[in-house]
């Protein structure tokens, strides 16, 4: 069927009151961004759902984009015919051929808001199901929980056609719940967290920690190409790279082996706060999972902590590896995570990092480093990049490899 529209019902926006029509129009611009290489598309948001006119864009593409956008609850393929009874026969039995597979159940919903329309709800919705049964075999009617529902809706304009209700991501649309910056590795966890603070509503930038010569190019594409698989949930993503090379060496050089990682991690922490507060961010989200790794004790987690209180967000922290894991399969993220390309956090990893760092012992050792010059100096060498959905790094690169071969 060539299907003329999309009709998109909200999901939790029906209960923020008077900061509905914000949060609508929040997500009609997310809608626009996934939506950008269709210029013909239409999007339509009301106060009771939003239309998407689709001016020939093809159905099958606009779905696999929808089902990622934060804030739709469900949403509808329909067909717009004219106000006659022939038309809406005709287009309600193509669609119910082309849709109905044996067994199902089905029954006709009509809603009219046109009230000047020839025939009612009820008797619209006894001549289409008669209609259906005199060109169809093996229909079956069930009234409470059908497998299709034929919805027909009778407006000023026209009569609206569908027989689908497919499901969104849920959610908040993004930007609703602020602006703040997450800290990304190449790992399995952090993009999950970056997807589940998306899903609340949270506009992020991606802060990324690379040491060249110790981390390759490879390395970075490989965060880049899961911040393009993020950006389908959000439309685009600012991707800033930080190098720190220097502070590694510096840290390793400088500093007892049991307290290289818990530093590592303040510099890390204090550099993604200045960066927040440069992009007016409200909080800094990272993947730490309580328990997984030496850093990520409760214990470790209070010494790096203490250099900020900038409240610091972990979506995952309470998750089971195997609970991330299998997020990270269902957002697309895990094939990538795994791909063996190290990053900053692996390279100068001691074998005996401390479990239960004392606050006060990190910040003696910290002090004897030029904190000031190491940290300006990581945040001038910064580069931000402009990342949106699916966008490529390594397949590209590869690309560029075997050109110079």
Do not use: W
């Amino acid at each position: 069927m060539k299907y003329t529209e999309i009709m998109v019902r909200y999901g939790e926006l029906s209960t923020k009151g008077k900061n509905r029509k914000d949060f609508i129009g929040r997500l009609a611009g997310n809608v626009t961004k996934v939506l950008r290489d269709f210029p013909q598309v239409e999007i339509h948001p009301r106060h009771d759902r939003m239309h998407i006119v689709l001016n020939d864009a093809p159905f099958t593409e606009i779905d696999q984009r929808l089902k990622r956008v934060f804030g739709i609850q469900t949403y509808s393929p329909t067909i717009k015919v004219e106000k006659t009874l022939d038309a809406i026969r005709e287009t309600s039995l193509a669609l119910m051929k082309e849709t109905f597979k044996a067994g199902m159940s089905f029954k006709v919903n009509t809603r009219r808001s046109d009230h000047h329309f020839t025939y009612d709800t009820n008797e619209l919705n006894l001549m289409i199901g008669d209609y259906l049964f005199k060109n169809m075999t093996g229909l079956k009617v069930e009234m409470k929980h059908p497998d299709l529902v034929l919805r027909i809706e009778v407006r000023q304009d026209a009569v609206y056609i569908s027989n689908q209700l497919l499901h969104g991501a849920g959610g908040m649309p993004v930007g609703t719940g602020g602006h703040a910056v997450m800290m990304l590795s190449g790992g399995i966890d952090s993009p999950v967290a970056s997807y589940l603070a998306l899903k609340r509503g949270v506009d992020i930038d991606m802060i990324h920690f690379y040491s060249p010569p110790y981390t390759t190019e490879k390395a970075l594409n490989k965060a880049k190409e899961l911040t393009g698989i993020l950006a389908n949930y959000s439309g685009r993503i600012n991707f800033i790279a930080v190098p720190f090379a220097e502070i590694q060496e510096t840290i390793k050089e400088k500093l007892p082996e049991g307290y290289l990682m818990t530093v590592q991690r303040r510099f890390m922490l204090r550099l993604a706060d200045q960066i927040r507060a440069k992009r007016r961010g409200l909080a800094i989200f990272n993947g730490e999972s309580i328990g997984q790794v030496a850093s990520q004790t409760l214990e470790s987690m209070a010494a790096i902590n203490d250099i900020t209180t900038t409240p610091v967000v972990r979506p995952v922290a309470t998750m089971d590896k195997t609970e991330i894991i299998r997020l990270a399969e269902q957002i697309g993220t895990f094939d990538l995570s795994i791909q063996p390309f190290e990053d900053c956090c692996t390279i100068f990893a001691p074998p005996r990092p401390k479990t239960k760092p004392r606050i006060d012992k990190a910040r003696e050792y910290e002090f004897r480093l030029d904190i000031e010059g190491l940290v300006n100096r990581a945040l001038d060498g910064m580069k931000i990049t402009t990342i949106y959905p699916g966008d490529k790094f390594l397949a590209n690169k590869a690309k560029e490899d075997t050109a110079l071969l």
